[in-house]
T-cell receptor, first 114, second 113 residues
Framework: KAGVTQTPRYLIKTRGQQVTLSCSPI?????VSWYQQTPGQGLQFLFE???????NKGNFPGRFSGRQFSNSRSEMNVSTLELGDSALYLC?????????????FGPGTRLLVL | AQSVTQLDSQVPVFEEAPVELRCNYS??????LFWYVQYPNQGLQLLLK??????LVKGINGFEAEFNKSQTSFHLRKPSVHISDTAEYFC???????????FGSGTRLLVRP
């Protein structure tokens, strides 16, 4: 079974631009979560989607948004990029939504904002 | 609110020696606990998890962890490490009311020959 895939793997943008990251979950998984990883703040939860509905959102500004499609694929968008948005963005999928569910992570998209 | 503390930012150890990576959590409700490993330039891989039942949990690559409710700890252990275990290890917590993992700051395990 194929794992979680994320595209693109690397991205360079400049301040003020916007970016869209894509995540394809493991086949049959209906929940997708997004995390931001930085050296300073560590791993922080962005949001979680289940059956196209956002179930939970982390403490990030409104510039960060996401959505999930009917095939469970998910995208996250960051508008008006800031230097501090440079990070590794990780997507994780699980069969269902819930604290006990094991989340399987993709390789991440490394975003550099110049 | 939940939180996870990994007190050791880096743990150096010689190959074939035992290792323990410490994790303490704070929560007012029953929790689920996870250990993930991250190799350079990769995502996170699940090592093991505690949902309920036996407090001693065995995972992949010879790792195990023990859930201690009274001490709110979930320390990760391996009796004999290999060079290939060099990586960053993250402890994480979730519960029934959340749909997210709360991660600790990570512990870098450095295995020396």
């Amino acid at each position: 079974k194929a794992g979680v895939t994320q595209t693109p793997r690397y991205l360079i943008k400049t301040r003020g631009q916007q970016v869209t990251l894509s995540c394809s979950p493991i086949s049959g998984h209906r929940s997708v979560s997004w995390y931001q990883q930085t050296p300073g703040q560590g791993l922080q939860f962005l949001f979680e989607y289940f059956s196209e509905t956002q179930r939970n959102k982390g403490n990030f500004p409104g510039r960060f948004s996401g959505r999930q499609f009917s095939n469970s694929r998910s995208e996250m968008n960051v508008s008006t990029l800031e230097l501090g948005d440079s990070a590794l963005y990780l997507c994780a999928s699980s069969r269902f939504s819930g604290g006990e569910e094991t989340q399987y992570f993709g390789p991440g998209t490394r975003l550099l904002v110049l | 609110a939940q939180s996870v503390t990994q007190l050791d930012s880096q743990v150096p150890v010689f190959e074939e020696a035992p290792v323990e990576l410490r994790c303490n959590y704070s929560s007012s409700v029953s929790v689920y606990l996870f250990w993930y490993v991250q190799y350079p330039n990769q995502g996170l891989q699940l090592l093991l998890k505690y949902l309920s039942g036996s407090t001693l949990v065995k995972g992949i690559n010879g790792f195990e962890a023990e859930f201690n409710k009274s001490q709110t700890s979930f320390h990760l252990r391996k009796p004999s490490v290999h060079i290939s275990d060099t990586a960053e290890y993250f402890c994480a917590v979730s519960d029934d009311s959340s749909y997210k993992l709360i991660f600790g700051s990570g512990t870098r395990l450095l295995v020396r020959p």
